[in-house]
């Protein structure tokens, strides 16, 4: 593996739509349970967790080779809220691009053709380590960071939050990031003998029914 | 039932049938210890069960199962007389507490139990299974109460799977309480909300004509699933109102036409 | 610019010239410049005088709103499925040059959904000098500035003053109520920008838009020769 291959695919600015996404917190600051750094703190916490967790699993999976197609459907399932179901397939189709530029693979060439309008993102996320050489374990560290960095930035946009502030918060959760990403690379390792259905399903309910309520904001700087 | 050094094993099935006469038959009723099951008068040619007994558990190191199995054309609801509680029990370790319901097609469950109150230093593992063939219907309600009036939460995780022909629609988990992973109780979450529920509905015409996606109040939403299903979710501030909400949303899907 | 192969399959990556299918893709022109400039008003009209001669979509960039989408969407400038909206998380200029890969799915998809398309217009939300498209994303680029900014701002020049293919000095008619100089405007145009061509226009006047109107025509003649 490269050290470096993962930098570019973690690095923040990787052209792949990140920067529209608050993963929820433009919902939970105008709802306001998040109002500064401390609750910033606890929303990326329980974000990590949850879908991050999920997405950190899928993003192994598909980084050790469990099929796709099967990981896709497990997302889906995942995934209850319209809204977040189709900004993971448009943030997928984003990264896709980005990926077949940056690392070309005929894994990802098949996955685009499989998924025109786009593969779920953690899915696209792992085979894009894949073909950058990289492994379950980037994969899964990848996802879960990324699980709680677009949280972060979009908080200090929406709240002028201070960034040396939300960044000390993403320095404090890397330890429990590293160890969502070591569940995920167990389970991954599960799901390449069990299937896709084995891997964990944490949900956050209030990410799934907020997701549905930004959708229906007429003014918003964020798509989700 | 069994009793084991580890706590009491007990599993009720339920298995319902057309009777050939427009009803639906119980073929099948066992109770098993704790889990008493009666038929009570349905409603047409619905056959309807109470769980009964297992008001008091379950306990740490319990297992406790339902099975409940529809048959092709066969209409069931099953309820229950009062809220499960998990209790702290004399062994150490988790509870487990399992539930499987089977759809054939063109038959229809009902599964509407009263809420499942997790006390103050219990540890309990739900786990609910529903398979539903392609075209059975499902009505699931799951609902969560963390602690009873101003006690603590137990531990508490539970998983909503739901298969429809073969292809699961919804997998979720969640998990709650002292020693959950962080952050259960944060903004992301349940941002202290102390009742949580489900209400998962499986019905053919969804694969045509999905519902709308739509909000009632803050707390609770209606989605469409990727699958012939629906889900209301909801958080609330207690039991009551939890209940107010996903009756609401279940009337307004009902109400059509939420499809527009 | 233009690669001239593509890749194989759905999505192909970036400024391939052609389409999966092999056949050529729009011509992809980007207009920028700060809030307020007249770039939905430019857009608007551009629409109305080329989309008799042409198969035209339009790409909006908002800030925070579907305010530019809707504006076009209410003069009924073009039929709503050939106006789509992209959401910029507070940051116009990141979705048109540093992460592309959004405006290149609306992009994609007009010309999927609506297609053949000759000509997509991609408007940035409004926003500072510094802003310019990615070569990545458009073919071509026009910069949109109004008097009222101040008659500096060409003197001040940046990125898209100077480097834009087309600079519009826009809302000419407001030059005397604002006290701004449009021979120094120009003046100091040209010497930044060399023989990069300058058009002063203003929609109120009987001309309107018909000089950026003719150079798109121009760029379109190119794109197809």
Redesign the interface.
Known sequence: MSRAALLVLADGRFPAGGHAHSGGAEEAVKAGRITGAASLEDFCRGRLHTTGLVAASLAAAAAVGVPAVELDAAADARTPSPTLRLAARRLGRQLMRAARATWPSDELDALAGEFPKGAHQPVVLGVAARSAGLGGDDAAHCAAYESVSGAATATVRLLSLDPFEATAVLARLAPEVDHVADLAVEAAAGALEQGAGALPAASAPLLEIGAEAHAGWAVRLFAS | MSTTPGGVRARARIVARQDGRGGTSLPVLESDGPLALRRTRGSGTEARVVLVGAMSGPLGGDRFGVDAHAEEGALLRVQSAAATIALPGQSKGEAHYDVRVHVADRAEVSWLPEPLISARGSDLRVRTEADVAATGRLVLREEQVLGRAGEETGRLSS?L?VRVGG?????????CGPGA????D??????G?RA?GQLVLVRPEFQERPVT???IG????V????GPAA?V???AADGLRLRRALDEALAALDRRPMNG | MHLDHTHGGPGAVSADARRADGSRRALRIGLGGPVGSGKTATVAALCRALRDERSLAVVTNDIYTREDAEFLLKEAVLPPERISAVETGACPHTAIRDDISANLEAVEDLEDEVGPLDLVLVESGGDNLTATFSKGLVDAQIFVIDVAGGDDIPRKGGPGVTTADLLVVNKTDLAPHVGSDLGRMAADAAAQRGALPVVLQSLRSERGVADVADWVRAQLAAWTA
């Open positions: 998983r799977a292809r699961v629609v919804l997998d979720q988990e969640l998990a992973p962080g952050g259960w944060g903004p992301a979450v349940l941002a909300h949580v996606p739509r909000r803050d707390a609770c939403a989605v469409p699933l990727a889900l979710s909801a958080v």
